[in-house]
């Protein structure tokens, strides 16, 4: 399903959408580089979950935790691990346990440990400075309605 958004607002409203869609244990994981709005949409699901915090980029914790909506929400970022081995290290099979969602910037470099009922979303830059392409595939995405438009 393939999405255009033309500012930072409409990719955290189509994260928003999926965000009201998502079930415990479901893993939304994002390819697309540096600047691409993996963390605007991100912020975007912890709106859709009901939660308050405002969501900041993980890069030096790995992973941020969010409590105090419908599901907790769990944010990674994975760009510093080397490879999916490392996922033991911060605990990974834990927080899919826990019942939350679970959100995971540079998801490239965990992919052959990610289960095929993954959510992924891809971000490219679109044509325009403030245009992304949003490419979402996986299960549990029919809520959304159709693609294109907001
Ligand atoms: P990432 O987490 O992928 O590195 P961020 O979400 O932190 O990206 O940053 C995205 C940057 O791109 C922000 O500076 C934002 O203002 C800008 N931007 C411009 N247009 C868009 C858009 N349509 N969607 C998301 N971000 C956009
Ligand atoms: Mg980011």
């Known amino acids: 399903m393939e999405f255009v958004t033309n500012s930072p607002e409409?990719?955290?409203e189509l994260g928003e959408r999926l965000g009201r869609a998502l079930s415990p244990g479901d893993v939304v994981a994002f390819t697309g580089d540096l600047g691409a709005g993996k963390?605007?949409?991100?912020?975007?699901?912890?709106r859709g979950l009901g939660i308050g915090d405002r969501v900041t980029s993980p890069t030096f914790a790995i992973v941020n935790e969010y409590e105090g909506g419908r599901l907790p929400l769990f944010h990674f970022d994975m760009y510093r691990l080397t490879s999916s081995d490392e996922l033991f290290d911060?605990?990974?099979?834990?927080?899919?346990?826990?019942?939350?969602?679970?959100?995971?910037?540079?998801?490239?470099?965990?992919?052959?440990?990610?289960?095929?009922?993954?959510?992924?979303?891809?971000?490219?830059?679109?044509?325009?400075?403030?245009?992304?392409?949003?490419?979402?595939?996986?299960?549990?995405?029919?809520?959304?309605?159709?693609?294109?438009?907001?």
């Not at 990610?114 to 299960?139: C, F, K, M, S, W």
């Open 90 to 150: 911060i605990g990974w099979e834990d927080f899919l346990r826990r019942g939350g969602v679970c959100a995971v910037e540079w998801s490239e470099t965990v992919r052959d440990a990610l289960e095929p009922d993954t959510i992924y979303v891809d971000i490219r830059r679109g044509a325009e400075d403030n245009q992304r392409i949003l490419t979402l595939h996986g299960p549990g995405l029919d809520d959304l309605g159709e693609g294109d438009a907001l």
């Open 39 to 46: 963390t605007a949409f991100t912020r975007g699901i912890a």
């Open 10 to 12: 409409e990719t955290e």
